[in-house]
């Protein structure tokens, strides 16, 4: 059982049910995780408006490989889950794919050198090496995306960290976190 409430939709603060029912409509249900951010209106809403922005920020693959590397790097079990479903169904990523992105990395060469450094990234807290940011760059990655890779980075390890404080209710297919690929 979760940490921190999570509201059914007619008990969420009034300022995030707009959010929440636009949620609703897209995904026709509201996951544990949009409930539990809802909460807080300010946190609900600026985690949609930084998830809507990165939705622009390279390709949907690329974003579902990066946000697995990060989830099992930080070992959150609902995240892992989601991205799991999500790479499965939204982003069409084989069981192999998926597999391999948890383990950090990737079958498709420009995509390993992206979910490489956003697990680096992610595992050293940013401190990544010179060798580091030139690998992903030779592979092709301006620094634009460098930035936006960064962006998806802090934007998945919010929502592990939140999920691990809150233990939030898994409510997608469980994955198992020591499973690493």
Not at 9 to 38: E, K, T, Y
Not at 120 to 140: H, I, P, Q
């Amino acid at each position: 059982m979760s940490r921190i409430a999570i509201p059914t939709l007619d008990m969420s603060p009034a300022d995030s049910r707009p959010v929440l029912d636009a949620v609703n409509q897209q995904l026709g249900s509201v996951p544990n995780l949009f409930r539990l951010l809802g909460n807080s209106p300010a946190a609900l809403k600026a985690y949609t408006s930084a998830n809507g922005a990165l939705t622009k920020a390279l390709d949907v693959k690329t974003r579902e490989r990066i946000a697995l590397a990060v989830a099992q790097v930080n070992g959150c079990g609902y995240c892992l889950a989601a991205h799991t479903y999500l790479a499965t169904n939204l982003a069409k990523l084989p069981p192999e794919e998926i597999a391999r992105n948890r383990a950090g990395g990737s079958t498709d060469a420009k995509a390993d050198a992206a979910v490489r450094f956003a697990a680096k990234v992610t595992a050293e807290r940013g401190k990544v090496s010179d060798a580091d940011l030139a690998a992903v760059r030779n592979a092709g990655f301006s620094d634009a995306q460098v930035v936006e890779i960064v962006a998806l980075v802090a934007e998945n390890v919010f929502t592990n960290f939140l999920n691990e404080v809150a233990q939030t209710d898994v409510d997608f297919p469980v994955v198992d976190v020591a499973q690493a690929a």
